[in-house]
């Protein structure tokens, strides 16, 4: 069994700053990729950002420039640098890390950004 837990999330305002992390039970090295969903009230869940094995990052449009994705191998946790937050980034985040196209999830955080 995979175990990943996200911690992080919260409520911050518009414009602020919010650093997700995910901590695996296991070597994260092995797995093909890591990185985030996130999920609104009412919509599906959407890709954020991903992280490959070999270091290469991929990011959502609607968050490209803004987040930025990391691991650190060594403590198996993956972080995700969330800058100039807007309202419609407002969601449950979901760390994943996947081997091809089986994917294992962690609970979930939420982050509000709200005035």
């Known amino acids: 069994q995979v175990q990943l837990v996200e911690s992080g999330g919260g409520l911050v305002q518009p414009g602020g700053s919010l650093r997700l992390s995910c901590a695996a039970s296991?070597?994260?090295?092995?797995?093909?990729?890591t990185g985030w969903y996130r999920q609104a009230p009412g919509k599906q869940r959407e890709f954020v950002a991903e992280?490959?094995?070999?270091?290469?990052?991929d990011y959502a449009g609607s968050v490209k420039g803004r987040f930025t994705i990391s691991r650190d191998n060594a403590k198996n946790t993956i972080q995700l640098q969330m800058n100039s937050l807007q309202a419609e980034d407002t969601a449950v985040y979901y760390c994943?890390?996947?081997?091809?196209?089986?994917?294992?999830w962690g609970q979930g955080t939420q982050v509000t950004v709200s005035s």
């Open positions: 992280i490959s094995s070999g270091g290469s990052t």
């Open positions: 296991r070597n994260i090295f092995a797995f093909i990729a």
């Open positions: 994943h890390a996947r081997v091809t196209a089986l994917y294992y």
